[in-house]
């Protein structure tokens, strides 16, 4: 099953896209994010954000306009215990890293799915 692209985002001047691949490494889920330096596209930090085992890490991803804050969804992940409650993280470039902000936000019930679908505000300081 490919799934590559299967989410994208793309920062206000282009040069910074985000790609979700939610069912690599069996539905370990990845997220790419590359930068365009005028000639080629090359991934940031040379590596990848990915998922737990069977959590979908990508199914919906959103970046701000800025490129410096990315947004990321893993609907299928399981939280304390609870089936497919799923979860989202919001991570921000630190000049060599993705550093997670704040905790997970978490879906509150069973079969919740949350984070099917994302957003972010232009300046990253709000998500849904």
């Known amino acids: 099953l490919i799934a590559f692209g299967t989410a994208v985002g793309m920062s206000s001047t282009g040069s910074r896209i985000i790609i979700g691949d939610p069912y ?13 330096d005028g000639t080629t596209w090359g991934n940031v930090y040379q590596t990848d954000l990915s998922g737990t085992s069977g959590s979908r890490f990508g199914y ?10 990315i947004i990321i969804s893993a609907p299928y992940e399981s939280v304390n215990g609870i089936n497919y409650t799923g979860q989202t993280k919001v991570f921000e470039d630190t000049g060599s890293s993705w550093e997670q902000l704040g905790q997970d936000l978490n879906g509150s019930a069973q ?5 099917s679908s994302v957003a972010m505000a232009g300046n990253g300081e709000r998500v849904v």
Do not use: K, M, P, Q
Request: hydrophobic fraction near 35%.
């Open 24 to 36: 690599d490494n069996n539905f370990t889920g990845r997220v790419h994010v590359f930068d365009y």
């Open 60 to 69: 919906a991803v959103g970046i701000s306009a800025d490129e410096l804050r």
């Open 111 to 115: 079969n919740n799915f949350s984070g």
